[in-house]
């Protein structure tokens, strides 16, 4: 077929008519952007006004600038179109800008998702997959999440070597998925080089429009820039029509113009033509629609056939076969007819030369308004009839024909024929990780279907099984109340008597929406209710998933010895049924099950197995939750080395798999607690950092800045804990799982215990004790109670040291945590160290702590990989022997605590250490400097009346200061100006008022009561 060229003069402006701020405002974000700072820019603006224009000429400056300059367009009909067709449209201009190597390069693991999108890009993805080897990874049980991280991922390896401009064009016709993935984009690049440029039509937004919400966050937002553009004001219209005429107009004429138009670029260019065509521009139409239309007028009849035609199409182009299928006149006619229309400037030919789009949406909109409904209805039913007939005629667009049909054969009003398009379109949009609008052609088919008396003939299915799909659908988008509520009515639409295991499966998906949506008590009932309608004894994939579901409904309801029983049984079942996925599922299952019943070791077998299973499947999303299962068990026997290894192997497989985000969050949240637990602090700190800078919403940031927090606690940066800790509650919100309140309490206790605030510290553990079960879930416990006993025997030691009675309440709450310890269980080294730190505390809260108890905790935490409570115990042992008088002891352990806690960066401890080696004069190798220790705890004002009640004169108080640092008598004298023999005296009349035997343990009393001596002088260097 011919191609009609485009050889008149044009009557766009060849100049681009002022924007100067705008243009400047963005040309700052080029800068901006390729100094690594991604950025988001919006165009709003009324139809016409000018925004393709600005970000066109901006498009050619950036890609002068060195941008690699990929658009797309938003296709009115979004909801019922094509998912993603700005992606696509990116996709495909990436596709044609690189040659195959380098795209297969940049698609990386994201090729084989991708090219489900957009075949063309398969050939490069093939070369991909044999370089890379993660093909076959992104199969079936690909998600909406993952495609939004592919996508995530191929900018930010484009922007490696070229900064990218990704513009979003006409984004209030876009569908959820481009509103979710550009919202997305905003949210999560961090570091790419990468300008989102994005435009919409302010004027077309009414109150309910899906882009409101995003427009209001997205300017609440400081790195996003909105550019709202206004009309021309009369001297610019005068410059339009001037660069439109080649000469300038009249002035009578330019007024007229800028009268007519209001100054709307798009109508200048209507209204400058306009008098061209013969007319008289006074004598024009007040209307916008009739401006617009005025222009057809002077066409033949073949042509206007042609242009109504062409306004029914689907998406922004028609292929020119297409067209004349359509329009259904003979190809002289055809070509005279385009050619009028293309010499008009009424519609463009596309680059490619083979098809045609309308110059501007609005006279497409005005010209397909302006028909008869019955004429509307003929040319769908032609479209539908034609592409139906011969998909071919879509060219380039070939994939969007089921989105097509449907949307032809429901504008037609030929609901039997839309019936089955609307159903193939929901498939493909699934396929295409769309389901919002998968649910949206759902929900229009379940409308239709009551009017199509052989709907199941046309369709091979039904009602149920469409309320079904559409809830699946309706569970990919996350909305878990509509996914149960068509359950429901799927449920419903089945007769009682029918097929069993349909009804068992509808009920299987129906509690997999009650157990997300915390309820697995109902889950499980539901669960038995589908195992009751299937044979005893008969072994069916239906079976298998219905057990296997039970299994974790079961385990999130902390009914693990039963959920044991029926992971084995849906293990046995989906093994005998071949439905080896189910297998994988239900043995890391079994696995988790077991492990948290105990004994934990018991579960690693299974879960191991589930993995290789998973993965010799290529299931991946169950490979990784095994992974996170199997890295979360280690941790729970202290094996943390292999359990952070573990998780940065799923890590691995999940960032291959796209899954980094959703599932991987958990992956990095295990890593970084195992490393947290090793000591590698600054690896755990980079981690969960990073972390933080690309990911996640909700629980999965809280979980890392739950780790960070802690971290923070034990470098002793208290107001920075805190900080994240506020951030993590607001995220998390109201919770009762103890995973996420009791860790964050045992954080607050750590903050009050370094701050000196025991009150607040007693509280934190109070409140993270409250009302929780001593479950399975004591490794969340026992840091709570260790906390709560020390809090204790610092208050009874305070008691002590004032001379004062340790009062009752205070003894019952040491006996009562106490006693909760005995209680909870202790599956592996680390919480049996805790065990032997509960029990140290408790004597020293009965001060009675002897150097046994310490010793046994220290013996507890070698047991162990973890260093940071080792070094603790090791201080109190010290502490411990230096009271016993043993100082050759002392010393050994409080260089063992002060290497260990100096290596960590837990300054509190380290400086802890050093100031018990000062006052006990022991040395510590390499010397401290203990300036900074000395002036971070003098910062806070020591209590002056804390020695009042031990009625100390003045003298005695000099005297005491400098005993705390561990001066000696001779020492005393000289600094104070008085004789070794009268420091002696003080001292002496000191020990006594102070009602302790030693200068050492007054030093520590003093200590402890806030009297710290002179900061010791910084060492030079
Ligand atoms: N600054 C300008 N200089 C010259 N011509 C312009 C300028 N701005 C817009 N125009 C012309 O006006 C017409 C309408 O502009 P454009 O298509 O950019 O509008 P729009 O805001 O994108 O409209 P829509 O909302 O319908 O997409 C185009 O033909 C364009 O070339
Ligand atoms: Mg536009």
């Known amino acids: 077929m011919g191609t009609v060229l485009n050889t008149s003069v044009s009557v766009v402006s060849p100049v681009f008519i002022g924007r100067h701020d705008e243009m400047a405002s963005l040309e700052a974000m080029l800068g901006q952007v390729q100094a690594g700072k991604p950025t988001f820019a919006l165009v709003g603006g009324e139809a016409g006004v000018g925004k393709t224009r600005l970000v066109t000429e901006f498009s050619a400056r950036a890609a002068g600038a060195g941008f690699l300059v990929l658009t797309g367009q938003c296709v009115e009909f979004g909801a019922e179109g094509l998912p993603l067709a700005p992606l696509v449209d990116a996709l495909r201009a990436l596709s044609r800008s690189l040659p195959p190597e380098a795209l297969a ?162 109508l200048v260019e209507e209204l400058a033509v306009a008098p061209r065509g013969g007319g008289n521009l006074l004598g024009l139409p007040p209307l916008l629609k009739d401006v617009l239309l005025s222009r057809m007028d002077a066409l033949s009849a073949d042509a206007r056939l042609l242009l109504r035609a062409a306004s029914a199409c689907f998406g922004r182009t028609v292929p020119d076969r297409l067209l004349a299928e359509v329009a259904g006149i003979g190809d002289s006619e055809f070509f005279a007819g385009l050619r009028e229309v293309v010499d008009n400037h009424l519609l463009l030919v596309d680059p490619q030369g083979h098809s045609y789009a309308f110059r501007h949406a609005l006279t497409r909109d005005a010209v397909y308004e302006d028909m008869l409904p019955g004429e509307r209805v003929r040319l769908h039913a032609a479209y539908g009839e034609a592409l139906a007939r011969d998909a071919t005629l879509a060219g380039d667009g070939v994939a969007a024909v089921p989105s097509a049909l449907a949307h032809h054969w429901y504008a037609a009003l030929d609901l039997p024929r839309a019936l089955p398009s609307v159903i193939d379109a929901a498939s493909c949009a699934m396929a295409s990780y769309a389901p919002a609008e998968a649910l949206g052609h759902l929900e229009r088919a379940q409308r239709i279907w009551p009017r199509v008396a052989d709907a199941h003939q046309r369709t091979g299915l039904d009602e149920a099984e469409v309320s079904r799909l559409a809830a699946e659908a309706a569970y990919q988008c996350g909305a878990l ?138 299931i991946p999303a169950t490979a990784v939750r095994g992974y996170i299962n199997l890295s979360d068990v280690l941790e729970l026997l202290g094996r943390h080395r292999e359990a952070a290894r573990t998780a940065a192997e799923g890590l691995e497989l ?137 809090v204790a025997a610092d208050e009874a030691t305070r008691f002590r040291d004032r001379l004062e009675p340790v009062p009752a309440d205070l003894m019952r709450r040491c006996a009562d945590l106490a006693a909760a310890a005995d209680q909870l269980v202790a599956p592996a080294a680390p919480w049996l160290a805790f065990r032997a730190l509960v029990a140290a505390e408790q004597a020293r809260a009965a001060g009675a702590a002897g150097t046994q108890a310490w010793r046994a905790a220290v013996v507890a935490w070698q047991d162990t990989e973890e260093p940071h409570l080792l070094a603790y115990a090791l201080l109190r042992l010290a502490e411990a022997h230096s009271q016993a008088g043993d100082r050759e002891q002392a010393a050994q352990a409080v260089q063992r605590a002060y290497e260990i806690a100096d290596r960590l960066g837990a300054a509190p401890l380290a400086e802890e250490a050093a100031a018990l080696a000062r006052r006990a004069r022991l040395s510590l190798e390499p010397a401290m400097d203990t ?63 102070l009602g302790v035997r030693g200068r050492v343990e007054a030093a520590t009393v003093a200590h402890r009561l806030g009297v710290y001596g002179p900061a010791a002088p910084a060492r030079p260097g």
């Open 654 to 790: 999940a960032a291959r798999a796209g899954l980094s985000r959703a599932l991987g969050a958990y992956l990095i949240g295990n890593q970084a607690e195992s490393l947290l637990r090793l000591g590698e602090w600054a690896e755990a700190d980079e981690l969960t950092a990073r972390a933080m800078r690309t990911l996640p919403e909700g629980v999965f940031g809280a979980t890392l800045q739950e780790l960070r927090a802690e971290l923070y606690a034990l470098r002793g940066q208290y107001d920075a804990a805190a900080h994240e800790l506020r951030d993590a509650r607001r995220a998390i919100g109201a919770t009762s799982e103890l995973q996420y309140i009791q860790p964050m309490r045992y954080v607050d206790a750590l903050i009050g215990l370094g701050q000196g605030d025991l009150g607040a510290a007693r509280e934190a553990v109070a409140a993270g004790l409250a009302g929780a079960p001593l479950s399975w879930e004591a490794r969340y416990a026992w840091p709570l109670l260790w906390a709560g006993l020390r």
């Open 931 to 993: 300036a900074a220790g000395a002036g971070a705890a003098a910062a806070q004002p020591p209590p002056p009346d804390e020695l009042a009640r031990f009625g100390l004169t003045e003298r005695e108080r000099e005297v005491l200061t400098q005993l705390a640092t561990g001066r000696s008598n001779r020492e005393i004298g000289r600094v104070l100006f008085i004789s070794t023999k009268t420091a002696s005296v003080h001292v002496s009349n000191i020990l006594a008022k």
């Open 481 to 618: 109340d509509r996914s149960k509520s068509l359950l429901a009515s799927a449920l419903a639409a089945l007769p009682a008597s029918f097929d069993p295991a349909r009804r068992a499966l509808l009920l299987e998906r129906y509690a997999v929406t009650q157990r997300d949506a915390g309820w697995p008590a109902g889950a499980v009932a539901t669960l038995r209710e589908a195992q009751a309608l299937l044979p005893e004894g008969q072994a069916s994939r239906a079976h298998a998933v219905v057990l296997a579901t039970l299994a974790s409904a079961l385990t999130r309801s902390s009914e693990l010895e039963e959920s044991v029983l029926v992971a084995r049984r849906a293990v046995a079942v989906a093994d005998a049924a071949g439905a080896a996925d189910v297998e994988a599922d239900a043995t890391i299952t079994l696995g988790v099950a077991i492990s948290y019943l105990g004994p934990a070791e018991a579960g690693i077998g299974p879960l191991h197995s589930g993995v290789a299973l998973a993965l010799e499947l290529g």
């Open 105 to 266: 390069g940049v698609l990386g693991p994201a090729g084989p998702g991708l090219a489900r999108l957009l075949p063309e890009l398969a050939p490069a993805v093939g070369a991909a997959h044999e370089a890379g080897g993660a093909g076959g990874l992104a199969g079936g049980d690909m998600q909406k999440a993952q495609l939004l991280e592919m996508v995530l991922g191929l900018l930010t390896r484009l922007s490696v070597t070229q900064p990218v401009l990704f513009g979003i064009e006409d984004l209030h016709w876009a569908d959820q998925s481009t509103l979710d993935l550009t919202a997305f984009l905003v949210r999560s690049l961090r570091e790419a080089r990468v300008l989102v440029l994005a435009t919409y039509r302010s004027d077309e937004l009414q109150r309910r429009h899906p882009l409101r919400p995003l427009l209001a966050g997205w300017d609440r937002m400081r790195s996003a820039e909105h550019i709202e553009l206004r009309r021309f004001d009369q001297d610019e219209v005068s410059a339009q029509l001037a660069a439109i005429l080649d000469s300038a107009p009249a002035p009578e004429v330019a007024e007229a113009v800028f009268d007519r138009s209001g100054g709307n670029a798009y």
